[in-house]
C-alpha cells in the first residue's frame, strides 16, 4: 500500500483519503453527491473500502444558501437524518442517500448535485437558454408535461422553462433518462462498505421466508418514506408556490 501521494482527511468517512484521477469506463459512483465519479477525485485508502468523493464533492462548504429556500440556511449533511436513511430532493424529486443539504426546521432536502444547478442552460433540445424555475412553469393548475420526455412533472419540483416558447424540461437532462433511472434509484449503491460481501446463503426454505419477511419490511419502510414525502411535499409546495408566481 506504500504510495507517495500524502492521504487527507474527510469527516464524512473514518478513514484517510488519497487523491484519484477518475475515468468515465471505472463506472464509480461519487459517495457524496451519488453521480459518475469523473476527473479530480478521493478515493479511500483502505484497498476494501470502495468510497470516492470528487475532490468539487470534498470540497463543499458545510453551509450554503439557497434561492429556493430563503428564509433558512441549509447544512450539508453527509448522511440523511431521517431513519430511512433517504431522503426525497425536493428540487428533482428523486430519492438520495449520500450527501444531503439540509434545513432540518422545514425538513427541506436538496440533493448536491441540484444545489449547483445553473440559473440558465442551453441544452440540445431548444434552441433558447432555459431558466430555472423552482417549480413548474404553470401554477395555474394545469399539469406541465416535459417537452423533452413527455412526462408529467409534478408542480412543486424545479424545471427549466423558455418562456418564450413555452417550452419546459425536467430539472435533469432526461433523454436518457432511462439510463440514468438504475444509478439514480439504487441509492444505496454509491455507498462505500465496510463489509466485503454480504451473506452468500443458500436457497433453502428458512432462507426465502426471512427473505420475505426482509422484503415486506422494506416495502414498508418505503411506503413509509413515501408517506413521510408526501406530507413534507405538500408543505413546502405551498410555500415555494408563493415564491414562484413571484418569479414568473
Ligand atoms: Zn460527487
Ligand atoms: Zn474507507
Ligand atoms: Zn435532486
Ligand atoms: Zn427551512
Ligand atoms: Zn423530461
Ligand atoms: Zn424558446
Same mark, same amino acid.
Request: with cysteine; charged share 25%.
Given at each position: 500500500?506504500?504510495?507517495?501521494?500524502?492521504?487527507?482527511?474527510?469527516?464524512?468517512?473514518?478513514?484517510?483519503?488519497?487523491?484519484?484521477?477518475?475515468?468515465?469506463?471505472?463506472?464509480?459512483?461519487?459517495?457524496?453527491?451519488?453521480?459518475?465519479?469523473?476527473?479530480?477525485?478521493?478515493?479511500?485508502?483502505?484497498?476494501?473500502?470502495?468510497?470516492?468523493?470528487?475532490?468539487?464533492?470534498?470540497?463543499?462548504?458545510?453551509?450554503?444558501?439557497?434561492?429556493?429556500?430563503?428564509?433558512?440556511?441549509? %447544512?450539508? *449533511?453527509? /448522511?440523511?437524518?431521517? =431513519?430511512?436513511?433517504?431522503?426525497?430532493?425536493?428540487?428533482? @424529486?428523486?430519492? $438520495?442517500? !449520500?450527501?444531503?443539504?439540509?434545513?432540518?426546521?422545514?425538513?427541506?432536502?436538496?440533493?448536491?448535485?441540484?444545489?449547483?444547478?445553473?440559473?440558465?442552460?442551453?441544452?440540445?433540445?431548444?434552441?433558447?437558454?432555459?431558466?430555472?424555475?423552482?417549480?413548474?412553469?404553470?401554477?395555474?393548475?394545469?399539469?406541465?408535461?416535459?417537452?423533452?420526455?413527455?412526462?408529467?412533472?409534478?408542480?412543486?419540483?424545479?424545471?427549466?422553462?423558455?418562456?418564450?416558447?413555452?417550452?419546459? %424540461?425536467? *430539472?435533469? /437532462?432526461?433523454?436518457? =433518462?432511462?439510463?440514468?433511472?438504475?444509478?439514480?434509484?439504487? @441509492?444505496?449503491? $454509491?455507498? !462505500?462498505?465496510?463489509?466485503?460481501?454480504?451473506?452468500?446463503?443458500?436457497?433453502?426454505?428458512?432462507?426465502?421466508?426471512?427473505?420475505?419477511?426482509?422484503?415486506?419490511?422494506?416495502?414498508?419502510?418505503?411506503?413509509?418514506?413515501?408517506?413521510?414525502?408526501?406530507?413534507?411535499?405538500?408543505?413546502?409546495?405551498?410555500?415555494?408556490?408563493?415564491?414562484?408566481?413571484?418569479?414568473?
Amino acid at each position: 500500500m506504500a504510495s507517495k501521494k500524502p492521504s487527507v482527511r474527510h469527516p464524512s468517512h473514518s478513514h484517510p483519503l488519497r487523491s484519484h484521477k477518475a475515468q468515465v469506463e471505472e463506472e464509480i459512483i461519487c459517495s457524496g453527491c451519488e453521480l459518475d465519479l469523473t476527473g479530480a477525485a478521493f478515493k479511500c485508502t483502505k484497498s476494501e473500502c470502495d468510497y470516492f468523493l470528487h475532490k468539487s464533492c470534498f470540497e463543499l462548504p458545510r453551509e450554503t444558501r439557497h434561492k429556493a429556500h430563503p428564509d433558512h440556511p441549509l %447544512t450539508l *449533511l453527509y /448522511s440523511p437524518p431521517y =431513519e430511512s436513511s433517504t431522503y426525497g430532493c425536493n428540487a428533482c @424529486g428523486e430519492y $438520495g442517500s !449520500g450527501f444531503v443539504y439540509n434545513c432540518s426546521i422545514c425538513q427541506f432536502d436538496l440533493h448536491v448535485g441540484c444545489v449547483s444547478m445553473p440559473e440558465s442552460v442551453e441544452r440540445e433540445e431548444h434552441a433558447h437558454p432555459l431558466t430555472l424555475l423552482y417549480c413548474s412553469p404553470y401554477q395555474n393548475g394545469l399539469i406541465f408535461h416535459c417537452n423533452v420526455c413527455e412526462e408529467t412533472v409534478p408542480d412543486h419540483l424545479w424545471s427549466y422553462y423558455c418562456k418564450e416558447c413555452d417550452f419546459g %424540461t425536467h *430539472l435533469h /437532462s432526461c433523454a436518457e =433518462e432511462e439510463e440514468e433511472e438504475p444509478k439514480r434509484g439504487g @441509492g444505496g449503491s $454509491g455507498r !462505500g462498505s465496510e463489509s466485503n460481501g454480504g451473506n452468500k446463503g443458500g436457497r433453502g426454505s428458512a432462507n426465502s421466508e426471512l427473505a420475505a419477511m426482509l422484503e415486506a419490511q422494506r416495502e414498508m419502510e418505503k411506503m413509509q418514506i413515501e408517506l413521510h414525502l408526501e406530507m413534507q411535499r405538500a408543505k413546502i409546495a405551498k410555500k415555494a408556490r408563493k415564491a414562484c408566481l413571484k418569479l414568473i
